[in-house]
């Protein structure tokens, strides 16, 4: 690690300071959950008594080493690694104190300094929080890239590490909590404790905010408290009971019964505008264009509609397809082969397509492809939304098979729909309008109803920062799959 000299520089704690919340347990919950499982979810949570107990004992290192080992003991490195760019993100940025961070960045040089090993944070700290440097502890990993659950360095490590960054020259503010164990905000010139006091007449727009999280990945909504993840643990059961119910009935019901049967078993669809009326005798259907927030999308849109309506598809696995109520058309990602498809189920009737591509969770709406614009002039846009209590419905990482299990798996799932009216011929490609220009329109409409941004980001964008790849579909056959997890335990075969 390189010496940093600084005229302008600030060293802060990031749990109890920059974040609200002091205690790290629920982020470690989060990596038991999203990269090993429910039994190591629950383990946790079972020692969070001993957890709590050690630390009313002053024993709080030991607690903090009982968190790491539990929740990352024998999992690949890659595992923790993914859930800390995809997963993680999203909640700190939730817990974020915006009036320490006002603080933070009104500094040149920027140091954290965190009691969670620094594979957790760096990523979040660094590109959310602009910091410069991350100081934690560092997991031990074994030669076959598997998390052994011990930890380097403790909290007089980490606080030494600090003190070599500013060996040419002091730092000009610390954060620190009044409880802090770290030792090396002695050498800061001034330090400051919470609460913080900002400008008041400075008004929030002026002041400085961390860049948004616009992608992240995982099943959890909320993050797991330890009483929150009580509340998971004891409704699994009866989700799971609940949600193959819901499917069944969606699957042999008539979809013009669908409405009606949805309030009884907790769903709600809440829809605005004039659903259009299905239009006889013409050569062509109505393009119903979609924002992209859940593979329910097209689903929900046929049940207010109660009638089934096909809808494109692309990365849906085959476990959706089959139990998918309505007709799915699967493209290819090839232009030519796409379009032809897509005028081809205009030919029979209405048709349903989400020009993003891909799902987004935020308030953002990523780029539209022109492609639909090029098919027809009979664009109906309509703005989809979705409210869950427990679980995400989408997936770029995990097993896309258990989408549509996971959002049945929701108390009180709800759904709104709301119906723009269909574009004028004016604004469509068949007054000279480009493609670009008609998707453009379109994506700024629908965002606009729904209070969302406007993005140019692409799939490939989103599974770049989730996944690590650009998210493209390949054939792999299961042969093959079966090859690459022998080869992966392989080194333990030898």
Not at 378 to 403: C, E, Q, S
């Amino acid at each position: 690690m390189q010496k940093m000299v600084m005229e302008n520089s600030i060293v802060s704690e990031f749990e109890g300071i920059l974040l609200k919340d002091s205690d790290p347990f629920s982020y470690f919950m989060l990596v038991a959950f999203e990269a090993s499982g429910l039994i190591r979810f629950a383990l946790l949570l079972l020692c969070w008594p001993v957890i709590r107990f050690l630390d009313a004992l002053g024993m709080g290192d030991a607690g903090l080493k009982l968190m790491v080992f539990v929740a990352t003991a024998g999992l690949r490195v890659l595992e923790i690694e993914s859930v800390s760019r995809a997963v993680l993100p999203k909640f700190f940025m939730d817990d974020i104190d915006m009036e320490a961070w006002r603080v933070f960045s009104r500094y040149d040089k920027r140091v954290v300094v965190t009691k969670m090993p620094r594979i957790m944070v760096e990523r979040f700290v660094k590109e959310h929080l602009r910091a410069d440097e991350v100081v934690g502890s560092e997991l031990v990993v074994n030669r076959f890239g598997f998390a052994t659950g011990l930890v380097d360095g403790d909290i007089g490590f980490i606080s030494s590490k600090v003190a070599k960054l500013f060996v040419d020259d002091e730092p000009s503010l610390g954060l620190r909590r009044a409880t802090s164990s770290f030792q090396f905000f002695s050498i800061c010139k001034e330090q400051m404790h919470p609460p913080f006091i900002t400008d008041e007449n400075c008004h929030d727009h002026q002041l400085p905010r961390p860049l948004p999280v616009i992608f992240h990945d995982g099943r959890l909504v909320m993050r797991p408290t330890p009483l929150t993840a009580l509340l998971i643990l004891s409704w699994m059961p009866l989700g799971i009971v609940l949600a193959t119910i819901r499917i069944i009935i969606g699957v042999m019901l008539p979809m013009r019964i669908i409405p009606y049967v949805t309030p009884l078993f907790g769903g709600k669809i809440i829809v605005k505008g004039k659903p259009p009326s299905p239009i006889s005798g013409s050569n062509s259907g109505v393009l119903f264009v979609c924002t992209h927030r859940t593979l329910m999308d097209p689903v929900v849109l046929s049940t207010v509609l109660m009638r089934k309506i096909p809808a494109v598809t692309y990365s849906i696995s085959r476990l959706s397809e089959i139990l998918s109520p309505i007709p799915t058309v699967r493209l290819t990602r090839i232009r030519k082969v796409d379009a032809q498809k897509i005028k081809q189920e205009l030919s029979k009737g209405d048709l349903v397509v989400c020009p993003e591509g891909t799902t987004c969770r935020e308030p953002f709406l990523l780029r539209f492809s022109g492609l639909f614009a090029e098919l027809t002039d009979r664009i109906v846009p309509v703005a989809m939304n979705y409210r869950v209590g427990f679980f995400h419905a989408t997936t770029a990482g995990g097993w896309k098979a258990l989408d549509p299990i996971f959002f049945f798996m929701n108390p009180r799932p709800v759904y709104e729909v709301t119906f723009l009216n269909q574009l004028p011929a004016e604004a469509t490609c068949s007054s000279g309008k480009s493609p670009h220009d008609v998707a453009n329109y379109v994506q700024r409409i629908l965002a606009a109803t729904l209070g969302f941004e406007c993005t140019n980001f692409t799939r490939k964008d989103k599974y770049r920062v989730l996944a690590g790849n650009d998210g493209t579909v390949s054939c792999t056959s299961l042969v093959d799959k079966v090859k690459k997890v022998v080869s992966t335990f392989k080194p333990f075969l030898q």
